[in-house]
């Protein structure tokens, strides 16, 4: 039995364009023509459009499907497989961002509102970069200390925000003047002005041994979005983030004498 292209198109649920689209691509290219010279599609054609459909439901583009209908038995069950671990990767994906999301409206649901002028008091020009707190997210998605901070961030009231901010500019302001007095990375000063920002952790958000800090000060150093979380771009000087990264780092090997947190526990 034969079918026009509308025909086609109504049973399949696609447009003329997109059957036309497959004909010149080679992928589906009715044999049959009507007296007039249209196409005119068999069972068989109806067959192979419904594979093409299966295909591209699951994200294969025309030319792998080109590449499949070549040899449908050797390529086939290796180009299903590799689509079905990449679904299952993105479903893990965005699972993960479903958990953010989730996260996000907790926060906002258990955090302390604020007007837009009560919350530049508190936090001045410290702002929350929404694309790095997702990443953030899903880079410590297992990690306990992640979960603690979000919980306990959440907690904060209105006037432990304005201490602990506080706290955060006093801290700042030090920093600040001892790079640009030209104290080096791994001096005393440094150093303890990277354990006092250790303890504020601890103190505010989740535990922060060395090793902890030592990751979060590579952050500082390797995304700006970070490192704007402890000083604002206005007060940023060229070399800062590097500056701290290296007196956690000094500090965190003086702390621990050069081990790693996991070494102190043996």
Not at 35 to 45: K, M, T, V
Not at 256 to 262: A, E, H, I, L, N
Request: proline content about 5%.
């Amino acid at each position: 039995m034969s079918y026009s292209v509308g025909q086609v198109a109504a049973f399949a649920g696609v447009t003329v364009r997109t059957l036309h689209h497959y004909d010149k691509a080679g992928l589906l290219s009715p044999g049959d023509r009507s007296p007039a010279g249209y196409r005119l599609y068999s069972d068989a054609d109806l067959v192979r459009l419904q594979q093409i459909l299966f295909y591209r439901e699951l994200g294969f583009s025309l030319e792998e499907i080109a590449v499949i209908f070549e040899d449908p038995q050797a390529n086939a069950l290796d180009h299903l497989q590799a689509r079905k671990r990449q679904l299952e990767e993105e479903i893990a994906r965005l699972q993960r961002l479903a958990e953010v999301a989730q996260r996000a409206i907790e926060v906002q649901r258990t955090g302390v509102p604020m007007t837009p002028r009560e919350r530049f008091e508190v936090f001045g020009e410290i702002t929350f970069d929404l694309s790095y707190a997702t990443e953030a997210e899903l880079k410590w998605a297992h990690s306990a200390g992640q979960r603690e901070a979000m919980e306990r961030a959440a907690a904060h009231t209105k006037e432990d925000w304005r201490r602990l901010m506080g706290e955060a500019a006093a801290w700042r302001a030090e920093l600040l003047t001892a790079f640009d007095q030209r104290e080096p990375s791994d001096g005393e000063r440094a150093m303890d002005l990277a354990e006092e920002h250790r303890l504020h952790i601890s103190r505010w958000f989740t535990s922060c041994p060395p090793d902890m800090h030592r990751r979060i000060a590579d952050d500082f150093a390797a995304d700006p979005r970070a490192f704007a979380l402890v000083v604002p771009p206005s007060q940023q000087r060229p070399g800062l983030a590097s500056y701290l990264c290296k007196a956690v780092h000094a500090n965190a090997a003086r702390r621990t004498g050069g081990r790693t947190d996991s070494e102190e526990k043996q």
